[in-house]
T-cell receptor, first 111, second 114 residues
Framework: TQLLEQSPQFLSIQEGENLTVYCNSS?????LQWYRQEPGEGPVLLVT?????EVKKLKRLTFQFGDARKDSSLHITAAQPGDTGLYLC???????????FGDGTTLTVKP | ETGVTQSPTHLIKTRGQQVTLRCSSQ?????VSWYQQALGQGPQFIFQ???????GRGNFPPRFSGLQFPNYSSELNVNALELDDSALYLC?????????????FGPGTRLTVT
């Protein structure tokens, strides 16, 4: 059983559309990180969210941490082909201490 | 500032052999973590090293072992390779140990076991 469940697993959209991907858990996290990974490369850190209810923006990407610090979402506005990649969330539950990753959402943005 | 580097980029080994993968951490970082990423899955935590000592381990057998050197670079050793060990092995460095840290990943080593 995955500690961090990401949905959807796959998402294929047209350029210009908006989308939201989710990262959910039954555990409480002290922080969550979002990464983007391209084929054959390592994940690249996008953002860290720490406070329950926190919202962070990175250009067209908006990240939100749930009030209870058990879930997070990533919203992309006006998606572009360059946004294509595997989006991973990661964190360590407050009672465990080991960092864990979800299995990611594979996003394809078609021109 | 130098990023995280890993070597080799690709490796093909035969079942039963041993392999050593190498990682140089980002300048100023003292903690290195190793992950295994199978196709279609997220990275799975193998172990973490902080100041040359193991600081946490995931659900991997003892044939997965590691080292960290005084310059904070690290090695991952895998003995008695199995077909299921075929994966992308990622190294990540960070400024501090513990669960709430931002990690910076290298490009990975693609290991194929035949």
């Amino acid at each position: 059983t995955q500690l961090l469940e990401q949905s959807p697993q796959f998402l294929s959209i047209q350029e210009g559309e908006n989308l939201t991907v989710y990262c959910n858990s039954s555990s409480v996290f002290s922080s969550l990180q979002w990464y983007r990974q391209e084929p054959g490369e390592g994940p690249v850190l996008l953002v860290t969210v720490v406070t329950g209810g926190e919202v962070k923006k990175l250009k067209r990407l908006t990240f939100q941490f749930g009030d209870a610090r058990k879930d997070s979402s990533l919203h992309i506005t006006a998606a572009q082909p360059g946004d294509t990649g595997l989006y991973l969330c990661a964190g360590a539950p407050t009672n465990a201490g080991k960092s864990t990753f979800g299995d990611g959402t594979t996003l394809t943005v078609k021109p | 500032e130098t990023g995280v580097t890993q070597s080799p980029t690709h490796l093909i080994k035969t079942r039963g052999q041993q392999v050593t993968l190498r990682c140089s951490s980002q300048s100023g970082h003292n903690t290195v973590s190793w992950y295994q990423q199978a196709l279609g899955q997220g990275p799975q935590f193998i172990f973490q090293y902080y100041r040359e000592e193991e600081n946490g381990r995931g659900n991997f057998p003892p044939r997965f072992s590691g080292l960290q050197f005084p310059n904070y670079s690290s090695e991952l050793n895998v003995n008695a390779l199995e077909l299921d060990d075929s994966a992308l092995y990622l190294c990540a460095s960070s400024l501090a140990r513990g669960p709430t840290y931002e990690q910076y990943f290298g490009p990975g080593t693609r290991l194929t076991v035949t």
